[in-house]
């Protein structure tokens, strides 16, 4: 069992916010991802939970313990970027993670701990359909691949909770579908916790199993940057619902927020929990008369 609670979350930079009360429990085997436009705090929020950054206020737990100030074999993570070493073969770069940690305490790997190993990293490598290029370097592999092999990485160190930040924004849209169905069957496979960021919101409802969205909630002209954002919609999606696959029309000059609505309304057995949005400047001040 994983579960992750965030608990009254707040981030500053240079006494300015970027994250404000958020507050969310995603209880074991939840695939959650985490929606909201540029500069909103949702990559901010990702490096929390790898324990690249620490909260201003509040804490986070995994199984009821707060998290390490550092980050942790507990908490895989894959970025936009590929993080694949590219002076080792494929299985060299799934090899790599796991070798260092036990060479730490054991010295040099060798005899049956190095063969168990070897044969767990090419049981992941067929998983993510590379076996057959174990023996190739990361320049000769497309972007897709490269990715796939970046997640063959995170996922030998048997993470409890698997951080994706935006990990299939620069691949194609076939890719991407491929790369889609690969990440639900290892998700189902390793019966793991995912938290996902991406601003795209067609990947967001093909995904996940609940989607947050992250905006600000109160907003001063004068001064834009006083205030930071939150959770304004917690969207838990029904397991068994089938996720809208086509964009909506005309969504073009829509606001992000908007479009989310959208998507949500066309989802069956969709609850959305939490208080809406205010959009009002009197929605506004109760949010504000709330918090003071």
Known sequence: MTEIAIKNVFKEYNRNPI????????????????????????????????????????????????????????????????????????????????????????????????????????????????????????????????????????????????????????????TKKSMHKLILDLWNANKMTIVMVTHDIQEAFTLGTRVLMVDKQRRDPQAPEAYGSTIVHDLRLDPARKAPLDPSDNEENQSMEDIFLKWAGRMDHAIVEGAPHPTTPEAASVSAKEVA
């Open 19 to 174: 994250l404000e009360r958020v507050n969310v429990t995603l209880p074991d085997h939840e695939f959650c991802l985490i929606l909201g436009s540029s500069g909103a705090g949702k990559s901010t929020l990702l490096r929390m939970l790898l324990s690249q950054e620490t909260p201003s206020r509040g804490e986070i737990l995994i199984d009821g313990e707060p998290i390490d100030v550092e980050p942790q074999a507990d908490r895989g993570v894959v970025f936009q970027r590929y993080s694949v070493f590219p002076h080792k073969t494929v299985l060299d770069n799934v090899l790599a993670g796991p070798s260092f940690r036990e060479s730490r305490f054991f010295g040099r790997l060798f005899g049956n701990r190095k063969a168990k190993l070897r044969d767990r990293a090419m049981e992941l490598l067929d998983q993510v359909g590379l076996s057959d290029a174990a023996d190739k370097y990361p320049v000769q592999l497309s972007g897709g691949m490269q990715q796939r092999l970046a997640i063959a990485q995170a996922l030998i160190m048997e993470p409890k909770v698997l951080l994706l930040d935006e990990p299939f924004g620069a691949l194609d849209q076939s």
